[in-house]
């Protein structure tokens, strides 16, 4: 299969909504969707995100399957496909909607346009093209309406960026279709599609992998590395080495004394392995460099896991997108000691005791950074409040060619500075909690001369 083009071989496609009715570039996202999904390659790889049971009338994933189609023999089981393509706009932030009225001012209606959109003060962030195809159904030659329940599959591809490489949303359910067949047009048509509640819809992703990933793993794995080599040499104390004078050491022998000492090894037990990690600068700038350049397709899949788990939770899911959104911890960390490094350099004060800020920008201990990660889950749906100003507009009501989508302006990439103000603020106040509530402590600590360099130097 060389591209999407290619399925009207094998399925009957809705009238008005084949691949001829899409925009050029709708056609080009789905085309390489589906070249994509049926090339084995090292350079694309599918996730799977879960399987969700129909709970709900909003999970009607077949409800776009409505419609007529021309179907000129009757003979082998008819498989029926609708493809679409529409452009997503969005307005204002979480900061904007909580000091303005944006979510309620100056709306489009039905007959909003892109024009109109754009003097609304909405911009175009996300373009996507959606293919629902089912398998065979063995329609009748009779007027009677016909009901079938039939697997479908579904492939819905979205860019963020004009000619930007779309992520993929993979789907398999099944429907309910209610049909009838028009003998003297030879069209059968749709009249009522809908997902079987309590059926199981599966959910995978396909990602491109890029070079920003696997320099990202490179990294976590030489931080790794850093780490236990740092942490092990740390845990030497004094030692006495016999050494032979007529033997000569090798550069091996000496390497493996300064990890695993032969002689009198006395290990220091001061530090434990997670607080090492930590207080190491150059163990949290390299996770969270690594953790930035791979947070895109994290934070992509996170969001579109969390759509349909927020319609049917699932256990194993929601501690997969909790595990994922303690990624950010690192960030966390990465802040408190971005700004005690801008406070070194502003400050007037000679030295770090000297500063009444310098003090705040500690935890009292590893459980207390962890606590900070709880307000992380919520990540999803922060994305999601960003983005609730939204309208989208199809290609069948408007023509999509020529539209240009900013990625500065995009679904993800726009809410960026909202979400960096909401971490901050998420460190900050866990730090002012920290400390008030453990008042007597930082000041019992700050009496000995030890705690004064743990609170100044940590």
Known sequence: MQSAEDLERDFIFGLGRGFSNMSNVGRWMMSLSVAELATVSDSVYILTAGAYPIQAATMNYCGGLNGNYSVPDLALPVQLAVVDDGMTYLRGDALSHWYSNDLVDNLPTKKSKMADMQTLGYNPARMQADLRMTTGLPIQNTTKTQNFAVPFYRVYSKSYCTGYVPLATLGHGTCNLTVQFVQGSNTVVMTKSFSVPSSTHHLGLMFRRSIYSTIGAVLKYVAILIAMAGFLASRRTVQWHERSPDKVESVTEKLMDMVVPKYFPRLSY?????????????????????????????????????????????????????????????????????????????????????????????????????????????????????????????????????????????????????????????????????????????????????????????
């Open 270 to 458: 001061a530090i434990r392995f997670d607080l090492f990690c930590y207080n190491s600068d150059l163990f949290v700038l390299l996770f969270v460099v690594s953790n930035v350049l791979d947070m895109n397709q994290a934070i992509q899949y996170i969001r579109e896991v969390n759509a349909y788990n927020a319609l049917s939770p699932q256990l194993n899911m929601t501690i997969q997108l909790f595990s994922l959104s303690t990624r950010l911890l690192w960030l966390n960390v990465g802040l408190v000691k971005t700004a005690k490094m801008a406070l070194h350099l502003m400050s007037s004060a000679t030295y770090s005791g000297h500063s009444r800020v310098m003090c705040w920008l500690n935890f009292s201990s590893v459980m207390t950074l962890y606590l900070s990660a709880i307000l992380l889950f919520f990540v999803a749906d922060y994305i999601e409040y960003n983005n609730i100003s939204r309208w989208d507009i199809t290609n069948s009501f408007e023509s999509l060619n020529g539209c240009f989508i900013d990625y500065f302006q995009s679904f993800y990439f726009r809410g960026a500075p909202a979400i960096g103000i909401g971490l901050a603020l998420n460190v900050a106040g866990v730090l002012a909690v920290d400390h008030l509530v453990l008042i007597k402590f930082w000041r019992n600590l700050a009496k000995n001369s030890l705690g004064r360099q743990v609170i100044f130097n940590g």
